[in-house]
């Protein structure tokens, strides 16, 4: 099999512990060349998993195979073939935007004007030219991460490893990276992406994969993982703000207005939101935790109707 | 467990394009790596001025404390104090006290190295890795020669002067240099080991202390019975009595070989934990 037509990762049986503790726990998954998430709570296995993916760690048990080629035997050729962006900026904080991607292409074995050549695109592409001359080190978080992104990218590599990329940003310099990784995903670069981010996994992944305790306990596109848990509901809440019960709708404004009619006579001095199912009740509803206690309600496209 | 598609299952493929063919690169061999590392270690030196001036200055302050203060009183021979003597006593002591200075930065920049997550990016890629440690080294080594050679210069211009011939003089910066790429590469393994750049620092304190303990600024003869057989029988004394030897035109005798083999021996015990650790540690 060549590295060309091969999954683009496929693993089977995968053990790795540290101590006594099991990380990852008989874990199986293929991925086809796109755009995956990987999701799951601190703990859960995602870096550790990354790591081996990537040469970083041997794996206790198990055969994992990447673009085709076994990660410890053929070490060298998948290193030219993958770029990992861990979950801090791995750049160089004393060199400069331009410097330190000239020096990731040199140790790719890039000729010094090949590298160059490249460095400058990528700093224009991803509107980095102001951090050209700048030491990385006095940049924003959000324009090292991006730098640290494009200094991966100098290889041009077939799949990118993204463990954790927005951990720490701003809302705003989040958006900005999503684009980018977009950008990247539709000239056809493959990504394996972790993420604690529910609304980062539904905005850039084709397929998620829901990690929990080393092992894939669901896999989908967002919409399967989502239908997983029902359809979307009216809310119905009391003036505290409890819950009171859900009432299936089918979300047309005729079904709507009939189900409001009927809930305000019912139950007068109430007030409703229309819940569409997310990400995070899915985890719930696997798991049993939550992904990120703060991050409830971020998808959720609410509507306010007083109602009675 | 709920799973939507079979286990197995290699999917459909989505919108993307297929893998394309792409070459790709080879990756940097051991020399280019080196290079491009000692480069960016180098530069990581010069955009420190404090650290260098630090380097540089403390070693020519202490020569000239030690020269002006001390060397009056001093004596090494038991005759008269002369501090143009004394300078001369102590010049090869204060060049690898300065080494050693110089050296601990090594510490520190390889830990910050090991604690970011740059060192995880580099071991991902085709070039050997361990070219991160040799760069560190060989700008350690261009620093550390850099303060001797002020170091020297301003003994000269205090007064050092000698009959050494060249090769003597060259033998004499030989075990300087020996000990700078010891003592640098014992700091970068201790850089590998401890939890945090300060930690770095602070575990390579005590070798900075090794040439006060030694024959490098007062005979042994001079020191209390218990202190003298520590400071006859540790790596300092043959070194700098190898190298004031070689330093004033005398020959080192045996203390060379004692030197050289010290050295060979902390090396080949510090490259062996270097070579064991390295590969096995990814971002702390």
């Given amino acids: 099999m060549t590295t060309t037509d091969a999954p683009l990762i496929e693993i089977r049986g995968l053990r790795k512990s540290y101590r006594e503790h099991t990380v990852l726990d008989g874990l199986d998954l293929t991925l086809p060349p796109g755009v ?36 410890r035997r053929d070490r060298r050729r998948l290193q030219g073939l993958i770029t990992l962006t861990g979950q801090f900026a791995a750049v160089d904080g004393k060199l400069s935007g331009m410097e330190n991607l000239v020096m990731i292409g040199q140790l790719f074995g890039l000729p010094a004007a090949t590298a160059r050549r490249r460095a400058l695109d990528l700093l224009e592409r991803f509107d980095l030219l102001a951090a050209k001359d700048r030491r990385a080190a006095t940049l924003s978080g959000g324009m090292r991460r991006k730098l640290d992104i494009a200094a991966g990218l100098i290889s041009r590599p077939r799949l990118v490893y993204l463990d954790e ?21 539709e000239n056809g670069t493959s990504i394996l992406l972790t993420t604690q981010y ?38 119905v809440h009391d003036q505290d ?33 229309l819940h569409r199912p997310t990400l995070d009740d899915v985890f719930l509803h696997l798991t049993g935790t939550r992904a990120r206690s703060d991050e409830q309600s971020t998808l959720e496209h609410t509507l306010a109707a007083p109602v009675g | 467990m709920t799973l939507i598609e079979t286990a197995g299952d290699p999917g459909t493929a989505p919108h993307h394009p297929s893998p394309d063919h792409r070459p790709a690169p080879a990756g940097a061999g051991a020399l280019t790596g080196l290079r491009v590392l000692s480069w960016r270690s180098l530069r990581h030196s010069f955009r420190d001025p404090e650290s260098v001036l630090m380097a540089v200055l403390l070693p020519v302050m202490m020569m ?26 102590v ?86 240099a020996l000990w700078i ?8 393994t201790l850089g590998m080991l ?81 070579a064991y650790v390295f590969p096995r540690r990814t971002s702390r």
């Avoid at chain 1, 019960?245 to 207005?257: K, M, S, Y």
Wanted: proline fraction near 5%; include cysteine.
């Fill in chain 1, 36 to 71: 995956h998430a990987l999701l799951g709570p601190n703990g859960a296995g995602k870096s550790t998993l990354i790591k081996i993916l990537s040469t970083l760690l041997p794996a206790d048990a198990g055969t994992v195979s990447v673009l085709g080629l076994d990660p």
């Fill in chain 1, 165 to 185: 990329p927005t951990t720490g940003l701003d809302t705003r310099s989040r958006q900005v990276l999503w684009n980018e990784i977009g950008e990247l995903a």
């Fill in chain 1, 198 to 235: 529910l609304e980062e996994a539904d905005a850039l992944a084709d397929q998620i994969r829901v990690l929990h305790e080393g092992r894939i306990v669901a896999g989908g596109t967002a919409t399967e993982l989502k239908a997983l848990v029902g359809g979307t509901v009216i809310r």
């Fill in chain 1, 241 to 273: 703000g409890s819950v009171l019960e859900d009432v299936p709708t089918t979300g047309t404004t005729a079904d709507l207005a009939r189900q409001l009619a009927e809930i305000s006579a019912r139950r007068p001095h109430t007030t409703a939101t």
């Fill in chain 2, 64 to 89: 000239l404390i030690f020269v002006f203060v001390l060397g009056g009183a001093v004596t090494t021979d038991g005759g008269a104090p002369s501090r143009a003597e004394y300078l001369s006593y």
């Fill in chain 2, 91 to 176: 010049l090869p002591a204060i060049a690898l006290t300065a080494a050693g200075f110089g050296a601990s930065f090594t510490a520190v920049v390889v830990s910050n190295d090991m604690t970011t997550g740059l060192i995880d990016r580099l071991r991902t890629m085709p070039f050997p890795a361990v070219t991160l440690l040799l760069g560190h080294t060989v700008a350690s080594m261009v620093r550390n020669l850099l303060a001797t050679v002020v170091v020297v210069l301003v003994a000269l211009a205090v007064g050092f002067r000698t009959e050494a011939s060249a090769m003597q003089l060259l033998g004499s910066l030989g075990l300087i």
């Fill in chain 2, 181 to 188: 790429l010891v003592i640098t590469v014992v700091f970068a």
């Fill in chain 2, 194 to 274: 401890a939890g945090s750049a300060e930690a770095a620092s602070g575990y390579g304190f005590i070798l900075l202390f090794l040439p006060y303990l030694s024959s490098g600024f007062a005979p042994v003869e001079s020191m209390p019975s218990w202190l003298q057989a520590f400071a006859a029988h540790q790596p300092m004394t043959p070194l700098i009595d190898a190298s004031r030897a070689l330093l004033t035109g005398s020959a080192p005798g045996q203390d060379a070989v004692v030197a050289v083999l010290w050295c060979a021996g902390f090396l080949v015990l510090a490259v062996g934990v270097a």
